[in-house]
């Protein structure tokens, strides 16, 4: 479909189901940038998902969203239950006015819901020029290190930087060894997954995708993933007043209440110390580019620029729409 | 040898390299601590290095340590080439200086050195009731993903947070899969070392020590810990001045100048967004301990919890000093 109407559809269907016309265009941005970088596990296949968390008035569609100034760096949001995509998007720009003024910014937003991808939001502090981290937890998805239950999400930190080119350093790298689709998939296939990345219902380490799916996935690098994964728990639900310790609902299964989500923005002005940043990481990655690679690699690539790479392609494009997105997309518009 | 003993000594030998008394007690302090916490490869093992590096003029022992205000909250430092504990010490208590006074706290410095342990610094933070962040970079270690030859350091991440216990919730997690002293000893007893952890020079997969030794040590989970160790190298050195993109010094084997190392700390308040941060920080951390756990695990340990024992241990105990380092006190102390 082309984007233009795509971006269209999911505008109506959005103010169809009470939110505003800004409001339904922050989603529909996020959602088709989500398809255009190739995570479509964040795009349209959630569309229904927002959709029916508003219907069961688990998601406020018309959220009276309050911003505290704690002092000229530092707010606080109430997200008042809205949308994800809506309370981070009010979340990231007032980080980058606070940012701008005093040279940090540090804003919370609580009462949020899942606000799909961490880099989306990066990127629009890169753009103006600031450094910037992003944390959000998610609902349990991996096993604390010891544990044979899941309650950490994939909780994923993400760092951008602006690099003096057109492309943005943006590592957004979530602390789970390989996603959850990619066992599903490896399931439906009869396929093996590699060792080290679940466990069995009983806490065994596995290959077998299926038993996989019935135990629990494992953070990168053991003790060390388990403990990032749990400092983005901190930093996005102990401390911003969100959710926190394997309380955050799935969307997709658990209608029993909003998700209240928290997320935690810090931007920098990049040349607070140093008065010629740009020159400084230009020569940085420069430096890492030209090292000798490994057999079969042609290039080392920065965080982010892969994924550049996969948006510009698919910027030209019609997007591609699975049958069961198109059904969806039928029913939510009628 | 009893603590105290060894802590004059170390003092005594510091302060005939020229350091003032202050300095040389922050010195002993950091090394005593990095053998009571059981990371002895930053302890007294350091201290000559230490020592000749200010002989050969590449530490200054009298540093003009310069703190400079950005504003209440960021202040930068310029530590004209001090050992790196002096400079670190500075840096963490100006951190927390400025958050107690603003919520948030940014310290950087440049023309440090090596500062030992992270999480000594963080210690410091939160035993002041803050939340603390600190990065610092190091000499060429790990080989960024594709490439085979190393250029970033261990760069660690170093989290902390209040518990509500006594004992601190302190992340300091190296992006290296294994430390370079497990595979030294492994290819002096003539052990394999595990798969994924090293390439030999020739960019292949090794399981062979020795071969890992000429060869490069890998980063924790693929691109994910090499995009980190990228995030810490940007942060630690292109942001503060400092040395980066492989140009940091070895401690050890390079005298042709100093390091000029950068570290970067952040501090915040943890009740700027809630009024009970102390509640829910132990109300966090028990829901995590108290998950089922896979076989042969007695507990869920948070990061910070095991090295905390040692160090409660160790306290009552004499310092174990093997032949080597005997040598080297008696050496440096004539």
Redesign the interface.
């Known amino acids: 479909m082309k984007q233009k109407i795509l971006k269209q559809k999911i505008i109506k269907i959005f103010k169809n189901h009470k939110l505003s016309s800004s409001h339904a265009l922050i989603c529909a941005n996020a959602l088709i940038n989500a398809e255009l970088v190739g995570a479509p596990t964040h795009g349209l296949s959630r569309l229904k998902m927002y959709c029916d968390r508003i219907n069961k008035k688990v998601i406020n569609p018309k959220p009276k969203i309050k911003i505290k100034k ?2 000229q ?2 707010s ?1 949001i109430n997200a008042n239950n809205s949308i994800g995509f809506v309370a981070a998007d009010i979340g990231i720009k007032q980080a980058i006015k606070n940012a701008k003024k ?3 910014g ?1 804003v ?1 937003v ?1 009462n949020s819901g899942h606000y799909g991808l961490s880099g989306y939001y990066a990127e629009q502090a890169v753009n103006k020029n600031l ?1 910037v981290f992003c944390f959000t937890n998610a609902p349990p998805a991996i ?7 899941s ?1 950490f999400g994939t909780n994923p ?1 993400c ?1 951008g ?1 602006p690099t003096s080119s057109r492309i943005p ?1 943006i ?1 957004d ?1 979530s602390v789970s ?1 390989i996603n959850r689709g990619k066992i599903r998939v490896a399931a439906r296939m009869g396929k093996k997954i590699p060792k080290g990345v679940a ?1 069995d219902k009983f ?2 380490p596995t290959t077998d995708a299926k038993k996989a799916l019935a135990g629990v996935q494992l953070p ?2 053991g ?3 388990s ?2 994964a ?2 983005v ?2 930093l996005s ?5 969100g959710n ?3 309380k955050v609902k799935d969307p997709f299964d658990d209608f029993s209440g909003p998700q209240n989500i928290g997320h935690l923005f ?1 931007v ?1 002005k ?1 040349n ?3 008065g010629n ?1 740009s020159k ?2 230009k ?2 990655i420069k ?2 580019k030209r ?5 079969g ?1 042609k ?5 982010g620029q892969s994924k550049q790479r996969r948006f510009k392609k698919n910027l030209k494009k019609e997007i591609n729409i699975p049958p069961k997105i198109t059904e969806d997309l039928k029913k939510l518009n009628a």
């Open positions: 704690i002092s760096s530092i606080q005093t040279g940090i540090l919370a609580k450094i096993a604390p290190h010891g544990a044979k239950k309650l930190i760092f930087t350093f590592l790298t060894v466990l806490g065994k990168i690098a003790f060390r993933g403990g990032l749990w400092m728990d901190i639900g102990v401390f911003t007043g926190h310790g394997g810090l920098m990049p607070l110390f140093v940043y400084r990481i020569e940085n430096r890492i090292l000798p690679k490994i057999k690699v290039e080392i690539l920065y965080p």
